[in-house]
């Protein structure tokens, strides 16, 4: 249970869980984020994220525990939840044939905004995601970065404290996600709202102050990322030489670490692997070819936590690329 009270918190779920039919899909989550804070759900296809996001914007009933944004129970309280919040869909649910001004004006019209204040509001927000430039254009020429873009201003007509945004970058590619980002930070600095997003992308998660680490259906560990990386703790080694055999005998004999030999190398961890490679070549008297020393990533946490590495949807490891080996 959560120890701060639901009203000094973004979101608070007290033992919040979701079953379809006999299948649970989330189960006995607590989750405490405060407000003002960029807070990351991280977790593989599957696990649970859209699920808890939907039941945290009122579209989907829990069918246990209890979930309150802004202090307002999401059941009880429908309505002052959905006047609080913004939403950013996974898949777009732009009109193409409107452009980006008439989307913005349109949704405004929606939700009751007077006019005049509507053309404000939708110009700062224009200026905000960086399209003012290309309000006049029809959504179907944008870029598919121009389109999320569009749907972050569209989540934010309401003013919303809290925008969840579900998979915020899946799809668009590595600069747009980059670009994306500066946007959102930009907003968190300048609104000082909430941003509640789900990812299993690990370069997003790098991007948050807070992630719940989640795999089917629970939490495995929360914390921001530079916390959860320094639990996990050591670096790994990977020393190519002459007789990797000879070299690995030799770290365990000498260094008194665990070191095994395989098609890469002699792979070894290590608390600091910087000052440990000058120490080994020094001593070893087995030439070194090439040594890498990786400090643990987001996946390495996931992989100490699950026993899994985070997949992508097309079903790999995520590789150096995807992950951007951002520390
Ligand atoms: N409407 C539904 N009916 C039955 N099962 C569902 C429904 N929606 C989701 N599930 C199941 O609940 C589990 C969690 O799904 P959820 O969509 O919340 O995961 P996720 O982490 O958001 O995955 P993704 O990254 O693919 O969106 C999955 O096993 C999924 O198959």
Same mark, same amino acid.
């Given at each position: ?85 913004? !939403?950013?869909?996974? @898949?777009? #649910?732009?009109? /193409? +044939?409107?452009?980006? *001004?008439?989307?913005?004006?349109? =949704? ?54 809290? !925008?969840?945004?579900? @998979?915020? #970058?899946?799809? /668009? +590619?590595?600069?747009? *996600?980059?670009?994306?980002?500066? =946007? ?54 990977? !020393? ?88």
């Amino acid at each position: 249970m959560a120890t701060a009270t639901a009203e000094d918190l973004a979101v608070r779920t007290d033992d919040l869980g979701k079953t379809y039919g006999d299948r649970p899909a989330v189960i006995g989550l607590d989750l405490a984020v405060p407000r003002g804070v960029t807070f990351g759900f991280l977790g593989p296809n599957g696990a649970g994220k859209t699920t808890t996001l939907s039941m945290l914007c009122t579209l989907l009933r829990p069918t246990a525990g209890r979930a309150f944004v802004g202090g307002h129970d999401v059941v009880r309280e429908p309505h002052a939840v959905r006047e609080r919040i913004g !939403l950013v869909f996974q @898949e777009t #649910t732009l009109d /193409l +044939d409107l452009t980006a *001004r008439e989307a913005l004006r349109f =949704h405004a019209e929606l939700f009751g905004t007077p006019w005049r204040q509507s053309r404000r509001t939708v110009a700062a927000l224009l200026e905000l995601v960086g399209l003012t430039e290309s309000q006049g254009r029809p959504v179907r020429e944008f870029s598919g970065g121009m389109r999320r873009r569009l749907e972050i201003a569209r989540g934010l007509l309401t003013a919303p404290q809290v !925008l969840f945004l579900d @998979e915020p #970058t899946t799809g /668009l +590619d590595p600069q747009t *996600r980059t670009v994306i980002w500066e =946007h959102l930070h930009r907003l968190r600095e300048e609104r000082g709202i909430t941003l509640f997003l789900t990812t299993h992308h690990l370069e997003e998660a790098e991007n948050c102050d807070r992630l719940a680490i989640i795999d089917n259906g629970q939490i495995e560990v929360e914390g921001s990322p530079a916390e959860l990386k320094a639990e996990v703790g050591d670096d790994t080694v990977v !020393l190519r030489t002459c007789d990797d055999a000879g070299a690995a005998l030799l770290v365990r004999e000498r260094f008194g670490v665990a070191a095994s030999s395989g098609p890469d190398g002699v792979r070894l961890s290590v608390s600091d692997g910087a000052a440990f490679v000058p120490k080994f070549c020094a001593e070893a008297g087995i030439p070194v070819l090439s040594a890498t020393v990786t400090p643990p990533s987001l996946d390495d946490v996931f992989l100490h936590h699950t026993g899994r590495t985070i997949r992508t949807e097309r079903g790999g490891p995520l590789t150096v690329d995807d992950v951007g080996r951002r520390r």
